[in-house]
C-alpha cells in the first residue's frame, strides 16, 4: 500500500536501493507525502467533472453538482436527470453522459468498488468500462483511492518528463519505453511514479 508515510518511505527506500537516480531524488527532496484520495463512485465522478477544465473551473462545477444532487451527489437522481437538469448544475451534454454510465454501472452492481479484482489489470478493465474514464483515470484511482503499490500510471505526461530526465534520456520516453523501464521496480511501481511526481513538482516550481 501507499497510503501512509511508512509504506512510502518503506518502498521509496527499496527503489532508491535498486536505481541510483531515486535514490539522488530521495537525498535532494526526501521521501514524498503519500497522496490519498476517497474510494468510492464520488471520486470518479470528481474525475469525470474535472476532465480538460481548469482547477476552479472543477471546483465551481463540483459545488453546483453538490447543490443540485447532495454531498456526495446521488448517483440515482443523476441516473434519472435530463441532459438540460445536468447542464443547469454546470455539467456539459457529454459529462452528462459519461456522468450516468458511472451510475448506471454502480447502482446495476455490475461495478463493485469495494470489491474491485486484486489484478491491477482486471481492476483496470473494470473501471474503464465507464465512459470518460481511460486507462490513466483508472490508474489515478487505483493508485490514490486503494493505494495499491504496483501500479504504473506510464501515459502520464510528468512521469514521463521527469523520468526521462532522472534517467538522462535523450527524449521523454513513450508508454511503452515507460512500461519496459519499470519492470525492474515491481513490485513498487506506484512508489516510482509519486517519487517521480514529488522531484517533477520539485523542478518546476
Wanted: hydrophobic share 45%; charged share 25%; proline share 6%.
Amino acid at each position: 500500500m501507499v497510503r501512509t508515510s511508512g509504506s512510502i518511505r518503506d518502498q521509496v527506500e527499496a527503489l532508491a536501493s535498486r536505481e541510483p537516480a531515486f535514490a539522488r531524488v530521495v537525498a535532494k527532496l526526501g521521501v514524498p507525502e503519500p497522496r490519498k484520495s476517497e474510494p468510492g463512485a464520488h471520486t470518479l465522478l470528481r474525475t469525470i467533472v474535472g476532465q480538460q477544465v481548469s482547477v476552479a473551473a472543477a471546483r465551481s462545477m463540483w459545488s453546483k453538482l453538490e447543490a443540485a444532487y447532495g454531498t456526495p451527489p446521488d448517483l440515482s437522481a443523476i441516473l434519472k436527470a435530463s441532459d438540460e437538469d445536468l447542464r443547469v448544475a454546470g455539467i456539459s451534454r457529454q459529462k452528462a453522459g459519461y456522468a450516468r454510465s458511472l451510475a448506471e454501472l454502480i447502482l446495476s452492481g455490475e461495478l463493485k468498488l469495494d470489491a474491485l479484482p486484486a489484478d491491477d489489470e482486471e481492476a483496470v478493465a473494470l473501471l474503464t468500462k465507464i465512459k470518460g474514464i481511460g486507462r490513466w483515470s483508472a490508474e489515478i484511482y487505483l493508485l490514490f483511492a486503494e493505494g495499491r503499490s504496483d501500479v504504473w500510471p506510464a501515459g502520464d505526461l510528468a512521469v514521463q518528463v521527469e523520468i526521462g530526465r532522472l534517467l538522462g534520456m535523450p527524449e521523454k520516453p513513450t508508454e511503452k519505453q515507460m512500461r519496459e523501464l519499470a519492470e525492474p521496480w515491481r513490485p513498487y511501481r506506484g512508489a516510482a511514479a509519486i517519487l517521480a511526481w514529488h522531484s517533477y513538482n520539485s523542478a518546476v516550481l
